[in-house]
T-cell receptor, first 114, second 113 residues
């Protein structure tokens, strides 16, 4: 069983749809992250949760709404997305969000907005 | 400002060749951490190594080695005797006062038989 599991692996949604991405970690970590990976661009940090509290929102549009009900689960709720939001969305976890802590990543959700 | 530059977008080598992936970083902090991750076609980023700014010793792990040079702000990664399974995108990342990882754009490595 992988340490960080993301579902679904692939998602195609229309611009008026509402969907959610799910991330679950089995590593006993206290920090969880959402990253966006677009073609030809560096990974972009979107949100950071540390002990279930959101500690960073990297100027992400409100059409992306994170939820962290507990330290093991992280969701990204999506609504009224744009085609440019198509990307690989990666979830990660780490022991905590302190400097220098290595993050462990899931396999990502490949999102296509049509 | 902090920044990670991986100038090599794509590298192609033949199996058994040695290959070095370059990483240059910028930071004003004296305490920081550098990372390398591997992203195979399956998508997940696999952690390879972490170095802190006070430890400039080079590290070797099997066929992998890392050369950290603070004087040139570089943290280069060498794969010796490359194999087809090494084909992946490799990311260098920096963690400093901002805490979260700042990634470079990645270098796509293709190893052909």
């Amino acid at each position: 069983e992988t340490g960080v599991t993301q579902t679904p692996r692939h998602l195609v949604m229309g611009m008026t749809n509402k969907k959610s991405l799910k991330c679950e970690q089995h590593l006993g970590h206290n920090a969880m992250y959402w990253y966006k990976q677009s073609a030809k661009k560096p990974l972009e940090l979107m949100f950071v949760y540390n002990f279930k509290e959101q500690t960073e929102n990297n100027s992400v549009p409100s059409r992306f709404s994170p939820e962290c009900p507990n330290s093991s689960h992280l969701f990204l709720h999506l609504h009224t997305l744009q085609p440019e939001d198509s990307a690989l969305y990666l979830c990660a976890s780490s022991v905590d969000s302190s400097r220098g802590t290595e993050a462990f990543f899931g396999q990502g959700t490949r999102l296509t907005v049509v | 400002a902090q920044k990670v530059t991986q100038a090599q977008t794509e590298i192609s080598v033949v199996e058994k060749e040695d290959v070095t992936l370059d990483c240059v970083y910028e930071t004003r902090d004296t305490t920081y951490y550098l990372f390398w991750y591997k992203q195979p076609p399956s998508g997940e980023l696999v952690f390879l190594i972490r170095r802190n700014s006070f430890d400039e010793q080079n590290e070797i792990s099997g066929r992998y080695s890392w050369n950290f040079q603070k004087s040139t702000s570089s943290f280069n990664f060498t794969i010796t005797a490359s194999q087809v399974v090494d084909s992946a995108v490799y990311f260098c990342a920096l963690s400093n006062s901002g805490y979260a990882l700042n990634f470079g754009k990645g270098t796509s490595l293709l190893v052909t038989p």
